[in-house]
């Protein structure tokens, strides 16, 4: 008569993190935008600036942390 040992390997719990998102942020980056498009096609002096200033206003986050981090001497 064998006696046969088995082993169990334990796995550790895996804790399942679920984040919830409102999309609050996604609609104050959209009234950015649409704002920024305002100001920057309404400065606009030729249609090239106009196509510039539509293109600053899908990066006017990047302008914006510049401009605060200019200001805050960093």
Known sequence: MTTETTTHEVQPKTKIIRQTNNGAGGAIY???????????IGQATTFWLG???????IVWPAFLVFALMKYLGM
């Open 51 to 57: 196509v510039l200033g539509f293109l600053k206003g």
């Open 30 to 40: 959209g009234l950015g935008l649409i704002g920024a498009w305002v100001y920057y």
